[in-house]
């Protein structure tokens, strides 16, 4: 039997508030024992039983690895000019999507998955030890399926987004391209993903059309979660709640009616802030949302046109600067917020019986990573029990 203890933890965030009736489950000096990769106890560090190998984690803060639940990873080329004349007051519009479509179909798949494969390692490398990702920069049935298939070799958190703009070759013609997505694309790369998404806002996507594919999803067998409310207000968050998707993204722009909708459901509001950040837009004030009892998740949205980071501890720090979150509730919310953002009971948590994939940090506790931002705090990544 292979136990590994890791002992003297300072401060140890369980995310299960059994342990002392706060969302954090916070435990001082505590010990965590792993076993087949799950976590198999914990407590008081000196009353930990003996295992094989032990750690010393020598008072520092050990939390649950961040789950990272929207990510666009699968891309050639990057969009840096688009971002300079951003900063230099341009606005950003969806149509720069099509600049990264154009590319991507020229791309080899050892290409796309080489680079998709840098970025997995920058976010692992950061803590998230679990993360999802989306096709949508290939927009043909073969182009949607082979982004589909190098994602399904990096996660099992696989995301549909052939609505994600639509295609040069469709212009002026949305409702073809939409019978395209809800059709033989579909079909296709069913048996390769596990949620279907959408961008409903100015440029991409209506509600109607947004419901159309995510119903056409659901018929298939794939879980809905969609891209709402980035650009303008609009109706993407009620639909969301409609169709029970576990997650509305980016939710830049709500109104009463959507809060009242997201906190009498299970849809978890994703928070984007390196889009706000990346596109100088303005951040939601996060605790409207929370004040009212709506869960919310705080994810990375790595991809090459809004937010190009993988980082968890930027995308925290500017939760709590920005979007007025405690350290406390940026943390939950990228962690356990991301597991209920994803539907996942086994990650974004350090109870017993829970996947040991967590993070020890250089410091003493958890508010360093918005109180030290841009600073590696990193010091060790486990996953699945085993240091990476
Ligand atoms: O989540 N909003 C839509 N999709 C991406 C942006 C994609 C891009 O600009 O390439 C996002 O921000
Ligand atoms: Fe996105």
């Known amino acids: ?12 965030v369980t995310n299960n508030a059994e342990v002392d009736g706060t969302p954090l489950g ?18 008081a560090s000196e009353s ?15 939390i649950p690895g961040f789950v990272d639940s929207h990510n666009h990873l699968i891309f050639a080329g990057d969009r ?14 969806a149509g720069g999507i099509a600049y990264t479509v154009e590319l991507t179909r020229k791309a080899s798949d050892g290409d796309l998955l080489s680079n998709a494969q840098r970025l997995q390692h920058e976010a692992l490398h950061s803590g998230s030890t679990t993360i999802e990702i989306k096709s949508g920069y290939g927009l043909t049935v073969k182009d949607e399926v082979r982004s589909l298939l190098i994602a399904k070799q990096l996660t099992p958190e696989t995301t549909f987004l052939g609505a994600h703009v639509v295609p040069s070759e469709y212009k002026d013609k949305s409702d073809d391209y939409v019978d395209l997505v809800c059709g033989a694309m579909l079909t296709e790369v ?13 440029g991409a996507f209506t509600t109607e059309q947004a419901r159309k594919v995510l119903k056409a999803g659901i018929t298939a067998g794939l879980k809905p979660r969609l891209h709402a409310n980035q650009l303008e207000q609009g109706d993407g968050v009620a639909l969301g709640v409609e169709l029970d998707a576990a997650s509305v993204d980016h939710v ?7 809060i009242e909708k997201l906190a009498g459901s299970k849809t978890v509001a994703t928070l984007l802030p390196g889009a706000e950040f990346s596109t100088r837009s303005a951040y939601p004030d996060a605790r409207k949302l929370l004040d009212a009892g709506v869960t919310v998740a705080l994810a990375a949205d790595c991809n090459p046109g809004s937010s190009y980071t993988t980082n968890m501890p930027l995308i925290i720090a500017l939760a709590v600067r920005e979007m007025f979150m ?3 509730q940026a ?25 040991a994939d967590f993070v020890i940090l250089k410091e003493s506790s958890y508010i360093h990573l918005a109180y030290r931002p841009g600073v590696n705090l990193v010091d060790e990544v486990w996953q699945h029990g085993a240091k990476i």
């Open 48 to 62: 930990a039983p003996s295992a094989e190998k032990t750690i010393d984690a020598s008072g520092k803060c050990v």
């Open 26 to 43: 916070l435990i001082s000096n505590a010990g965590l024992l792993i076993e087949h990769g799950k976590v198999k106890w914990i407590g």
């Open 1 to 12: 039997m292979s136990q590994t203890l890791i002992k003297n933890i300072g401060l140890l």
């Open 331 to 355: 943390l939950w919310s990228a962690t356990k917020g991301g597991a209920q953002a994803l539907r996942r009971s086994d990650v974004g948590h350090l109870s017993v019986g829970a996947n």
């Open 190 to 202: 069913k048996p390769h993903a596990k949620w279907i998404d959408v961008f409903c806002d100015r």
């Open 326 to 328: 405690s350290p406390e």
């Open 80 to 93: 840096s000019k688009e971002f300079a004349a951003r900063m230099a007051g341009q606005k950003y519009e």
């Open 252 to 258: 830049s722009h709500f109104n009463q009616s959507d």
